[in-house]
């Protein structure tokens, strides 16, 4: 009786294929679950921006209450909202700068405001990249 001859090559293809196939599947898989994972960073760092941002500015406000209530203040002080701290510091001219942290996220803003009008109107208003 004959013996076949059996063609192993069609298995290692088919075998070979398989393997490179699961492989970039399993490296696709990979990509998405870490874009996802640091996808919620950017949103939780973005969360923390806008509140040390709405943070600073009420420090702003705070500081042109302070110059209503004593037109001759200057100096710094600390506000303490909810747990988180901010602070200010006045120059003479109208000059304030404003400094609000919550978890390692800062926000600074410097504005001048109209010391000869009772209500302390404010001039300019801009965030900068770091207290000078």
Do not use: W
């Not at 970039?24 to 806008?50: C, M, P, Q």
């Not at 420090?59 to 110059?67: D, I, V």
């Amino acid at each position: 009786m004959p013996r076949k001859k059996i063609n192993f090559k069609k298995g290692f293809i088919a075998l070979v294929s398989v393997i490179i196939i699961s492989f970039i599947l399993v490296a696709g898989a990979i990509g998405l679950n870490f874009t996802g994972f640091y996808g919620r960073f950017n949103v939780l760092d973005s969360e923390t921006k806008e509140r040390t941002n709405a943070l600073a500015r009420a420090c702003a406000e705070q500081a042109r209450l302070e110059l209503a209530m004593d037109i001759n203040f200057i100096g710094k002080k600390v506000v303490n909202v909810n747990s988180h701290d901010c602070e200010y510091e006045v120059y003479s001219g109208g000059k304030i700068n404003t400094k609000a942290k919550i978890s390692n996220i800062y926000t600074y803003y410097q504005l001048s405001v109209d010391l000869n009008t009772p209500e302390i109107e404010t001039i300019s208003f801009e965030e900068v990249s770091n207290q000078p």
